[in-house]
C-alpha cells in the first residue's frame, strides 16, 4: 500500500467529536486530545508517517475497556490498543484517526501461581517489570524482545526474542486471555487449565491479532523456573556460512541450546565500539545454554566440538554471572552500537525469515546488497530459528536514502519469498507489511478477511492493519 | 450406512464440497476413521474420506520439517521419521486402542485435526505447536494455503493453530507441513512409589520447577497401577528424563536426590522407560472395555482435587504432572457428565472422549462454553464454513 493510500482515509468528523464527548464524560483528565501526546501514539519509529489518533484514554480497569470500545463502535469511530508503542510497521497509527486505548495504567500482575508455573497479568506490564516481580519467586518470563515492551502489545504481535528456539515465542507461553470484541462483550479465551482447546483455540487466533479483533484486557502466560545454572559464550567463525552450518549442526544433533545469536562483522565492530569489548571481528555466535551444572557444561563441551569440526572457535564461555551478563547487554544494546556507527541517523529494521538451510545464502546474498548500494547495515540474527535483521542506517529525512532503504528492504523480502521464507518472523504486519502479505499468503487473505469480518463487521478495531476489510 | 466421497487429490476435494454445497449435503471428513467414534452423535449425508490423499511429499530431515498429504497414515510417517533417528515431539496419542482396534492406525490430519498431543507436551508443547502450515478446502469450496515451512512467522492470524483441534468442522485439510525434531538418543524414569494423589501433585510440581528438564510427568493411583504391575501395587508417580546417556544420568541423580523425601525411588532404564510411557501415552489401563472415557484439563495442582470430587467408582491416571485427567467411569445414563462437570467447577474442560452414541447424543461432548465464547466459536465456524458442511454438530449443538 503506497503512503497516500494509507492517508486518505474516510473520517467523520461529526462522529468523532460525539465519541470524544461522551468519552470525556466517562474518563476526565484520563482522555488526552493534546497534539503532542496524540502524536506519540502514532508511529514514531519507521519512515511510515505519523498518522496520530484523534484522542488517547487511560483505561483502568476492563469495564473501562469496555465502556471506551461501546462508546467508539456506537459512534463508529475506530479503537486502536497501545502498550508501549515499540512495534515497528506502523501497527499503531490511526490512518482514519480514532481513539487510542493506552494501557500505561493497566499494569498489575494479578497473580503468580507458582507451582503451576503460571501468572495473571494486565496487559500494560512490561515485560522487564514480570521479571523484577517473579525474580524473588525463583521464576521467569522468557520472552525478550529487544524493546520494555508490554505483554498486551507482545501477545497482540506474537513477539519473540533471543531464546525463542528454546522457550518459543508468545504463542507458546500464552494460556488465556480475556478480549473485548467489538460488541463492548468480554469474554474469556480459555481457562487456566494448561491445555486450552476446549473447542476452536481462539486463544491464539488473538496472538497476533495485532489488536484488529478485539483488545486484551488480562493475559495468562507460562512462566519457568530459573535455571539452576546458565553457561554463555562467544564463537568466532570464518564466514556467516561457517556459523549457520554450526547452528544447523547443533540443533539438528538435538542439543538444547536456549540462545544462538548471529553477529556479522560489522555489528561486532559497532559493539566493540559501543560496549568496550574486544570480539574477535569477524562473524560471531553467540550461545546460552540453560540447566543444571554438568548440564550446561557437557552441552557447551559439545557445541565447541562442533564449531571446531566446522572451521569455527575456539568457543570461549564461563558460567560466572558477571561475564555472562557483560556479554548479553552487548547483544541487547546492539540497536544502540548500530546507531553508534552514524550517529544522528535512525536505524531501520528488516525481518525475514527462511528456512535454515537457505539462512547462509540469504545473509550472504543480503551483505553483497548492502554492499553494491554503499548502505550502512549490520546485520543480527535469531539463527536458530532461520530469522535475521539487518539494521539499514539512515538519515529519515533524506528521501534519497528512504528510496534505497525500502528497494533495499522490498529485494530482501523477496529473496526471503523465493527461499520459500516470510518477510517477518517477529515484528508483524502494521501497515508496512501488508502488500507483502498478497504476494506470500494470497489464498489465505481470504480466510483472514471472513475472520476480520465475522469478529470485527464494522472495521473498528485497528482497522488498515494486517487485512484491508 | 452413510455414503462415500473419495477424492484423490485437492482439486477432487475442491469438487466434491463444490458439490455438497451446490447440494445442500452435510460432509463427515476422515481419514481412517480412527476417531469418528469422538464427538457428539450426529448424522451427517456423506463422508468425505481423504485416505487416498496420502504420501509424505516433502522431508528434509536437515531442515527439520516434513510435508504430507492429510491423509498419509501416521504409521508410515513415525516410520520414516524413526529410520532418520528423529519424530513428532508431541507424541500424539494412539486413539486406535482405546476405541478396541488396533494400535498405529490414523492420519497425520486427524492427529492435527483433533490436536492430539501426548505426554511430552508438557516440555515440547502440543500438535498445534508444531503445525507450520497447510492447503484446505473451505466450507466456500476455496482451496487456501496457510503457513509455510519456517518455524517462525507472524504474518497475520495463526490458521494453523484454529485448525488444529477443530475435529474437521471448519476445513479439508489436504496437505500439511510439521516440525519434526531430533529423537532423544536415550531415556530413564525416576518412579516415586506409594504417594497419595496430593502428595504426587507436588512431587511432580516440584520436578517439573527444577533444572532437570523432565518430559514426561505422570502418576498411576494404586489401583491403576495394580491392574499395570502385578507384584507392585502402590502408586507409581513416574517422571522421565531424555537425552544424551551422560546428560540422563547426571539429571535422574538430581532428581532422586529432590524426590527422595517424597518417598521410596525405583528406576526404569531405557527399555522399561518406553514401556510406561506407551502405556500413558495411549491411555493403555483403559483401552477397549465398556466404560466411559472422559479427558479432563485443569490446573496442575489442583487435578487431584478435581478427581477425589468426581467420587465414587471413578478410575483415573493423570499425566501432564497433574493437568490432564483420564477419568474411567461407567457408561450409564450420562456417563458421568454432571459429576465430572460439577468437580471441575469451571475452572478446566472435560471432554467425552468414548461413550455409547446415546450418551454422547444426550450430553455435551466438549465443554460447554459461556454464552459470549460460544457465539464467538459460531463465527468463527461461519467464516470457514458459512453453510455448515463440515461436520455440523460434532462439537457443538447446532454449529
Ligand atoms: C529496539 C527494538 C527492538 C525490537 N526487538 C524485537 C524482537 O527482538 N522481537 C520482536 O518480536 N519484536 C521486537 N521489536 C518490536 C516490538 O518491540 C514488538 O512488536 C512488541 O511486541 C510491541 O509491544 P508494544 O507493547 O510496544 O506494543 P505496541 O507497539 O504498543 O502495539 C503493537 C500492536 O499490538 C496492539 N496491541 C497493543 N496492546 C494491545 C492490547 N492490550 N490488546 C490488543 N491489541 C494490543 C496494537 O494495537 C498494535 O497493533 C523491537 C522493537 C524495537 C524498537
Redesign the interface.
Given at each position: 500500500m503506497a503512503m497516500a493510500e494509507l492517508a486518505a482515509q474516510p473520517r467523520n468528523e461529526k462522529a468523532v467529536k460525539a465519541a470524544i464527548g461522551a468519552l470525556a464524560a466517562k474518563f476526565g483528565n484520563r482522555l488526552v486530545t493534546s497534539q503532542a501526546v496524540r502524536e506519540q501514539h502514532g508511529n514514531t519509529l519507521t519512515w511510515i508517517e505519523n498518522q496520530p489518533p484523534d484522542a488517547v484514554v487511560f483505561p483502568q480497569t476492563a469495564e473501562d475497556v469496555q465502556d471506551a470500545v461501546r462508546i467508539c463502535v456506537q459512534h463508529r469511530v475506530p479503537v486502536i490498543p497501545y502498550g508501549t508503542g515499540t512495534s515497528l510497521e506502523g501497527h499503531i497509527n490511526a490512518p482514519q484517526g480514532g481513539v487510542t486505548l493506552d494501557f500505561r495504567d493497566m499494569n498489575r500482575v494479578l497473580a503468580v501461581h507458582a507451582e503451576d508455573l503460571d501468572c495473571v497479568v494486565e496487559p500494560g506490564v512490561t515485560r522487564k517489570q514480570l521479571n523484577e516481580y517473579l525474580r524473588d519467586q525463583g521464576l521467569f518470563f522468557p520472552i525478550d524482545p529487544g524493546a520494555d515492551a508490554s505483554i498486551g502489545g507482545m501477545t497482540a504481535t506474537r513477539a519473540s526474542g533471543t531464546n525463542a528456539v528454546r522457550y518459543g515465542t508468545m504463542k507458546d507461553n500464552v494460556l488465556a486471555l480475556k478480549v473485548v470484541l467489538a460488541s463492548g462483550e468480554l469474554i474469556s479465551t480459555a481457562r487456566r487449565a494448561k491445555k486450552s482447546s476446549a473447542g476452536y483455540d481462539l486463544t491464539r487466533l488473538f496472538v497476533g491479532s495485532e489488536g484488529t479483533l478485539g483488545v486484551i484486557t488480562e493475559i495468562t502466560v507460562k512462566l519457568h523456573g530459573i535455571p539452576e545454572a546458565i553457561s554463555g559464550g562467544i564463537c568466532p567463525f570464518p564466514s556467516v556460512e561457517a556459523a549457520c552450518n554450526a547452528t544447523i549442526a547443533t540443533i539438528q544433533s538435538g542439543i538444547p541450546v536456549a540462545r544462538i545469536e548471529l553477529f556479522d562483522e560489522l555489528q561486532v565492530k559497532a559493539c566493540n565500539a559501543y560496549s568496550k569489548l574486544t570480539l574477535p571481528e569477524s562473524p560471531l555466535l553467540f550461545l546460552e545454554f540453560h540447566g543444571t551444572e554438568a548440564g550446561v557444561a557437557e552441552q557447551s563441551a559439545r557445541f565447541g566440538e562442533i564449531a571446531a569440526d566446522l572451521g569455527g572457535g575456539p568457543f570461549t564461555w564461563t558460567t560466572n554471572t558477571e561475564e555472562r551478563n557483560r556479554l548479553w547487554q552487548a547483544r541487547h544494546d546492539a540497536y544502540w552500537a548500530v546507531i553508534g556507527l552514524r550517529p544522528g541517523a535512525k536505524a531501520f529494521a528488516t525481518d525475514v525469515c527462511v528456512p535454515l538451510s537457505r539462512l547462509a545464502e540469504c545473509v550472504t546474498e543480503t551483505q553483497r546488497d548492502i554492499a553494491e548500494h554503499n548502505m550502512l547495515a549490520p546485520i543480527v540474527g535469531h539463527v536458530g530459528d532461520g530469522n535475521f535483521h539487518t539494521s539499514v542506517l539512515l538519515d529519515m529525512n533524506d528521501p534519497a536514502e528512504v528510496a534505497t532503504a525500502k528497494a533495499f528492504s522490498e529485494r530482501l523480502v523477496e529473496r526471503a519469498l523465493a527461499m520459500e521464507g516470510t518477510c517477518t518472523g517477529e515484528h508483524g504486519v502494521g501497515q508496512g507489511k501488508m502488500k507483502y502479505l498478497q504476494a506470500e499468503h494470497g489464498e489465505a487473505l481470504a480466510a483472514m478477511r471472513a475472520i476480520k469480518h465475522a469478529l470485527d463487521p464494522q472495521d473498528l478495531m485497528n482497522p488498515g492493519k494486517i487485512v484491508a476489510f | 450406512m452413510t455414503s462415500l466421497l473419495k477424492p484423490r487429490d485437492g482439486k477432487d476435494v475442491e469438487a466434491a464440497v463444490h458439490w455438497a454445497l451446490a447440494e445442500s449435503k452435510t460432509l463427515e471428513i476422515v481419514g481412517q476413521g480412527s476417531k469418528r467414534g469422538v464427538g457428539r452423535a450426529a448424522q451427517w449425508d456423506l463422508s468425505l474420506d481423504l485416505s487416498d490423499l496420502s504420501g509424505v511429499t516433502l522431508y528434509?530431515?536437515?531442515?527439520?520439517?516434513l510435508s504430507a498429504k492429510a491423509g498419509t497414515p501416521m504409521a508410515e510417517i513415525e516410520a520414516l521419521l524413526a529410520a532418520n533417528n528423529q519424530e513428532l515431539a508431541f507424541e500424539p496419542v494412539d486413539y486406535g486402542p482405546v476405541f478396541g482396534a488396533g494400535p498405529g492406525r490414523g492420519t497425520i490430519g486427524g492427529v492435527l485435526g483433533a490436536?492430539l498431543?501426548g505426554p511430552r507436551?508438557?516440555k515440547a508443547?502440543?500438535a498445534?505447536?508444531h503445525f507450520l502450515g497447510f492447503t484446505a478446502v473451505?466450507g466456500r469450496a476455496?482451496?487456501?494455503?496457510?503457513g509455510?515451512?519456517?518455524?517462525?512467522?507472524?504474518?497475520?492470524?495463526?490458521?494453523c493453530?484454529?485448525m488444529?483441534?477443530?475435529w474437521g468442522t471448519?476445513a479439508a485439510l489436504t496437505d500439511v507441513t510439521v516440525k519434526v525434531?531430533?529423537?532423544?538418543?536415550t531415556e530413564e524414569t525416576v518412579l516415586v512409589l506409594g504417594l497419595d494423589d496430593a502428595t504426587a501433585a507436588?512431587a511432580m510440581?516440584a520436578a517439573?520447577?527444577?533444572?532437570?528438564?523432565v518430559s514426561g510427568a505422570a502418576h498411576f493411583p494404586a489401583p491403576v497401577a495394580a491392574s499395570l504391575q502385578a507384584e507392585a501395587g502402590a502408586a507409581l508417580t513416574a517422571l522421565r528424563l531424555e537425552?544424551?546417556a551422560?546428560?540422563v544420568v547426571?539429571?535422574r541423580r538430581?532428581l532422586e536426590v529432590l524426590l527422595k523425601s517424597f518417598g521410596e525411588i525405583a528406576v526404569l532404564e531405557e527399555g522399561a522407560s518406553r514401556d510406561v510411557w506407551r502405556v500413558i501415552r495411549n491411555v493403555t489401563p483403559f483401552t477397549g472395555g465398556a466404560r466411559a472415557l472422559w479427558r479432563i484439563?485443569?490446573?496442575?495442582?489442583r487435578g487431584h482435587e478435581v478427581a477425589a470430587a468426581i467420587g465414587e467408582g471413578a478410575e483415573y491416571v493423570y499425566d501432564?504432572a497433574g493437568?490432564?485427567i483420564w477419568v474411567a467411569l461407567p457408561a450409564t445414563e450420562d456417563g458421568g457428565a454432571e459429576r465430572v462437570r460439577r468437580a471441575i467447577a469451571?475452572?478446566?474442560?472435560a471432554?467425552l472422549i468414548r461413550a455409547p452414541a446415546a450418551i454422547r447424543a444426550s450430553v455435551p461432548v466438549?465443554?460447554p462454553?459461556?454464552p459470549?465464547?460460544a457465539?464467538?466459536?459460531r463465527?468463527?465456524?461461519?467464516?470457514?464454513d458459512p453453510k455448515g458442511i463440515f461436520g455440523p454438530g460434532r462439537?457443538?449443538a447446532g454449529i
Open positions: - | 528434509e530431515p536437515d531442515e527439520l520439517i490436536n498431543s507436551r508438557i508443547g502440543a498445534r505447536d473451505s476455496e482451496t487456501f494455503k496457510s509455510g515451512r519456517v518455524v517462525k512467522n507472524v504474518t497475520g492470524y495463526d490458521l493453530k484454529v488444529a483441534g477443530s471448519l525434531l531430533p529423537r532423544a538418543e507436588r510440581s517439573m520447577g527444577s533444572s532437570n528438564d537425552g544424551v551422560p546428560s547426571h539429571r538430581a484439563s485443569v490446573a496442575p495442582t501432564w493437568g490432564l469451571a475452572n478446566g474442560h471432554t466438549f465443554e462454553q459461556e459470549g465464547l457465539a464467538l466459536t463465527r468463527v465456524k461461519e467464516s470457514f462439537m457443538y
